[in-house]
């Protein structure tokens, strides 16, 4: 009897051992190497393993060895692909993985074509011929994409381009208004110049590639560069034009949707589930920025309407708040409209946008600064609840004490830097993106002095910023479609590749597990990003 009892603590004590281990480790594993088409080992290749029922896709680059390793995977069923610019292979279906089981696949690329829709905005503007149209398309229409999702991913006459444009110029009516910023002139220039580049008879040869310039504006890639990891969820609908991914206090995600469909979306990280709210504006919103606030709230910008929103999280419906318009301009953005929104504990609404405004839900009653300044871009609060923010027209930073209400501001020393997302370091400084200026500024408040850092590459255009937990700024180069993480301390920056053409990252928000979040609203996903040398939890993939 006294074995028998024995023998089932011993069992009992093992089934305890086996449930204790698979519960510290964080999933499988999938492994491989990845050679070129004469069979040497391929350095930077993304290496994809989508999980098919939660669309959660966690991405690696292959390394110097050609080798790569995909962490953390929950079990289920996977679509393992290869995506590498010229190359191609064939993708490995209905991967059935079991917790903590090990796989291992191996991939031959071929030879294949670079696409146009592959390429970044600043190859584009190399590669493409001069035009009225050309410059149209990159001064007016990059409000939410670029050209790689939605020109060089289709072929269509030139009443389709007529058609298409139009379109645009209905939706986002707030920005390109008829007669004032884009005129029936210029929407037939850019119809005229889409059909001939991507229209029956393309002027384009089929693949960039084969023009003679185009391998000038490839740019390599350090080994240091190739073990970031990222992970991506797919919007629930087509055309969110996700702006951003921002936490909340339960592990949340809120995203901002700039489309048409006029809606905000929480995503629950751990299964991809997203739900939709939607704003009860007529027309398109533009829902620019979405941020949960300490009381469980989430307070929303609506560009397109010169709104603030918020979002109540016992009803779960969004109220409404309509700023007033400058005589003369209403609905339109010179008039006014709303971008970036942050807090003071009181509860103090700010917003970026025409002007920057001040909202206090308490009075109900909006006040504006920085009227003159043409358009205020960013907005932060410092460790003093002080408000920062940049005035990209004006070429300035300024400050606005929340005690006094006064404004103070700084000149940008870079002409025509454009400063656009701001940042306040954890040393205390000031890091603001210089769009134009291709450099990071950083700004001393008690010297009030500027110190600015050339960024690599031929046009960094440095958009979102964000601090991750080591102290280091990345930023999104919106031109050339790449990720840069600076070191404020020495200047030096790594760049990394992003496993998509058309990023439009706008802001990077780090979680409490130090991931980085984003949106890239032209591919209609949202994740996050770290480095795969960090052996934390935070690597694992929907956690």
Known sequence: MRSSMGLLSRLVGFLGWIVFAASASYGATITGTVKGAEGAPFQGAFVEARNTKSKITVIVLSDTTGHYQIENLPAGNYRVEIKAKGYRADARNDVALAADQNAAFDFMLQQGLVHWNEISQYQAKQLWPPAKGKDLIFSNCNICHQFQSRMASVTRDEDGWKDRVAYMR???HFSIFLGVHFSDKDAADVASYLTSLFGPDSVLPKSPADMPKYKDTVRPFSKDALNIVYVEYDMPGPSRMPFSATPDKNGFLWIPGFGVANKITRLDPKSGEMVDFQVPNIGTAGIHSAVPAPDGSVWLAEQGSNKLG?????????T???????PGKEGTEDGGSKHTVRFEPSGVVWASGGMLSRYDPETGKFMHFAKDDG????VKLDKNNDVWFTSPFANKIGKVDTKTLKVTQWTVPTADAHPRRME???????YVGEFGGAK???FNPKTETFKEFPLPGPDPSPYALGFDADGFLWYDSHNMDIIGRFDPKTGEVIEFPVPHSELAMREFFRDSQGRMWYGSAPNNKVGYFYLAGKK??????GN
């Open 170 to 172: 209905e939706a986002m």
């Open 310 to 318: 918020r979002w109540d999280p016992v009803t779960q419906k969004i």
């Open 320 to 326: 409404e708040y309509q700023d007033e318009y400058l």
């Open 375 to 378: 358009y205020v871009y960013d």
């Open 424 to 430: 306040v370091g954890p040393d205390g400084m000031i």
């Open 440 to 442: 990071m500024a950083q």
């Open 536 to 541: 934390t939890k935070a690597g694992s993939a």
